[in-house]
């Protein structure tokens, strides 16, 4: 008897949890998604991925032709190179000149003059140490590297192509977040009290099941309200954006 007693109580525990359980029609979409593309104009040299390869952080997508960027940091160096001396000597000669002003043996004129032959030095060393530094910059911008562990979903890049400032947008490659999805879907006010964040919730998409969380809630002009969970996927089993899913709380 009391062994039924126990059955009974799980079944009706069970029906209650599915009577008090909602679900909603949602849409996947990629909540960490990057393009890239070269802020710099050259001539692609390599590309090393297309669609669909995985990619870990760090690694080397594309890069331009790397020559022109490398002698232009050579000739910026040289050019800090040649300054620095100069400078080094301009201030040695404006530390004796003020001295020397000090002791009365030069007049503030002269030293005036030698004060301002240093800053025209110094004003030369930061200009080639800046030029330096945005060489160096060009140079790491004409290659392109994965920001995190993802797959390439689109690749418009081929050897030999023109990275003009018209072409720039036009010339990219994207990369998404490999494994994590988004999953969206709108309910009126009157229902928003029933959501917050960090709210937990499964996902049913493809015949699987996720657990998945509330990452943010987000109102539109048409007073619905956009719920945002995401949820980790398994690594055999791709998804797309737009792809119907459900999700029950």
């Known amino acids: 008897m009391n062994r039924i007693k126990a059955l009974l109580y799980i079944v009706s525990f069970l029906f209650a949890v599915n009577v008090c359980a909602k679900d909603y029609d949602a849409l996947l979409s990629w909540p960490a998604r990057q393009?890239?593309?070269?802020?710099?104009?050259?001539?692609?040299?390599?590309?090393?991925?297309?669609?669909?390869?995985?990619?870990?952080q760090g690694q080397k997508l594309a890069h331009l032709d790397l020559a022109p960027f490398k002698i232009q940091m050579k000739i910026m160096q040289a050019k800090v190179d040649r300054i620095t001396p100069l400078l080094f000597d301009a201030q040695r000669d404006f530390d004796q000149a003020q001295e020397l002003f000090e002791r009365t043996v030069l007049s503030e004129v002269e030293l005036?003059?030698?004060?301002?032959?240093?800053?025209?030095?110094?004003a030369d060393n930061d200009q080639a140490n800046a030029e330096l530094e945005l060489a160096k910059w060009q140079y790491a911008r004409a290659q392109l590297k994965a920001p995190f562990n993802g797959r390439v979903i689109k690749q418009m890049l081929q050897a030999g192509q023109v990275v003009s400032?018209?072409?720039?947008?036009?010339?990219?490659?994207?990369?998404?977040?490999?494994?994590?999805?988004?999953?969206?879907?709108?309910?009126?006010?009157d229902q928003l009290s029933e959501f917050q964040i960090g709210q937990?919730?499964?996902?049913?998409?493809?015949?699987?099941?996720?657990?998945?969380?509330?990452?943010?809630?987000?109102?539109?002009?048409?007073q619905q309200y956009h719920i945002s969970l995401e949820f980790s996927s398994k690594p055999d089993i791709h998804y797309f954006a737009g792809q119907k899913a459900k999700v029950v709380f």
Do not use: C, W
């Not at 005036?112 to 110094?122: A, D, R, T, V």
């Not at 400032?165 to 006010?189: C, H, N, R, W, Y």
């Open 112 to 122: 005036q003059k030698i004060e301002s032959i240093l800053k025209g030095f110094k």
């Open 165 to 189: 400032v018209e072409t720039m947008s036009e010339m990219k490659m994207e990369i998404l977040l490999d494994g994590l999805m988004q999953v969206i879907f709108s309910v009126p006010a």
């Open 200 to 222: 937990n919730a499964t996902v049913e998409v493809a015949s699987e099941r996720y657990p998945a969380i509330v990452k943010s809630i987000v109102s539109d002009a048409n």
């Open 35 to 56: 393009v890239l593309a070269f802020p710099v104009t050259g001539v692609v040299d390599k590309v090393f991925v297309q669609s669909g390869h995985k990619v870990t």
